[in-house]
């Protein structure tokens, strides 16, 4: 018998790629998505047409899970060996609220869940994942990130952020419940939301290169973090659930890189050489030189990027920095995509959808 999965928030980046896991590992497959229009980018409604809607084994539930007894009734019916709760994390960053947009907003606390998963019978059969909002990493300034500094957060310093984490670890050890929470860093894709500063810049310079924008505004240019392909940390959520014990887990590269930094490396993968000039708010980058073809259109001088304070975050945590080593040691968890290739991925798929508009 197949295993089932269900995973809350399937249409975002993250459940999109655990559910192609799953699905090749054998498992069932259902999935809760009642925002797929809202969340959905060109990638999400490609992985939504071509992959959900063929696959056999998968299945999208739309029910409204915010009613107690719906989620119950949906727990009763599937018996779910694990629950991946990928719905709470949400990004509310300025960009987000501007354009109205929550990402992943299902929001299924992880009260809400293990209270269900108890009330079912199903507290010694069913696995639960919960996905901690990489936010809470925020709450702690010049430490590094490890799980024991997780468990040390005060609560009352933010109820809201670690409520969700808490809960876990509390009937983990209450009632003997496989429950695990995964703090993820940051962790991008092709399938990334727009309203994160790496598809930002992948899609933007993409989008210069051919002609459709002309110039990327962008926040902070000296915001450091640690930045790793979404595919590899999905691996990494499964890995949790599959453990002979239930414990949390950072799961990051362990290495920063600056948001100037990731601009270079994909102005580079699009043939533009760049340089910075400026301070602050004042800070350009300027096209030093043209190397491949695809940036042909362009020329040396022009300003490509530019530094918009709209886009400033004046009290965030710029460096956060990880450490993954207790998921090095105990799920043998090596990122397997580098900055650059995950980089290279990114341009160039916003590279053939950019020619892709340009020809339209
Ligand atoms: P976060 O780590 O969840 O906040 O992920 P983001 O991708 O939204 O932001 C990563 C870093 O990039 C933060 O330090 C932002 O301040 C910085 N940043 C600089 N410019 C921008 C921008 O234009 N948009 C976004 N989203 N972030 C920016």
Not at 207 to 234: F, K, S
């Amino acid at each position: 018998m197949s295993k089932v999965a269900l995973i809350i928030s399937m249409a975002g980046q993250d459940g999109s790629y655990l559910s192609e896991l799953l699905l090749k590992k054998g498992y069932t497959v259902h999935g809760i998505n009642r925002h797929i229009p809202l969340v959905a980018n060109g990638q999400e409604e490609f992985f939504y047409n071509e992959f959900c809607i063929k696959s056999p084994n998968l299945h999208i539930h739309d029910e409204n899970l915010s009613d107690a007894s719906s989620l119950n009734d949906l727990l009763a019916m599937l018996r779910p060996d694990e629950i991946y709760n990928l719905g709470r994390v949400s990004h509310a960053n300025a960009e987000c609220i501007r354009s109205h947009h929550s990402l992943a907003a299902d929001g299924i606390s992880a009260l809400r869940m293990l209270d269900a998963i108890r009330s079912q019978g199903l507290e010694h059969k069913t696995r639960y994942y919960h996905a901690s909002p990489s936010k809470l990493c925020s709450l702690v300034n010049g430490m590094t990130i490890s799980e024991m500094v997780m468990s040390n957060l005060c609560p009352l310093e933010n109820v809201a952020l670690v409520s969700d984490f808490w809960t876990v670890v509390n009937y983990r050890n209450t009632f003997g419940m496989y429950a695990c929470n995964g703090i993820l860093f940051n962790h991008e894709s092709p399938r990334r939301s727009e309203h994160f500063v790496t598809r930002k810049i992948s899609m933007g310079l993409a989008n210069i290169t051919q002609g459709l924008e002309q110039c990327l505004l962008l926040g902070n240019l000296n915001a450091q973090r640690d930045w790793g392909h979404a595919r590899d940390y999905v691996k990494m959520q499964w890995s949790m659930l599959q453990q002979h014990k239930p414990e949390d887990y950072v799961i990051a590269t362990g290495v920063q890189y600056t948001v100037r930094q990731f601009v270079t490396f994909a102005a580079l993968e699009l043939g533009i050489k760049l340089r910075f000039v400026g301070k602050g708010v004042d800070e350009k980058g300027v096209i030093a030189a043209i190397i491949s073809p695809i940036a042909a259109a362009l020329k040396v001088g022009d300003v490509v990027v530019a530094v918009d304070p709209r886009y400033m975050r004046p009290t965030e945590k710029c460096k956060v920095p990880a450490n993954p080593t207790k998921a090095r040691n105990k799920l043998g968890w090596v990122p397997e995509t580098s900055l650059q290739d995950l980089v290279i991925e990114m341009v160039q798929a916003d590279l053939a959808s950019a020619k892709e508009l340009a020809r339209q």
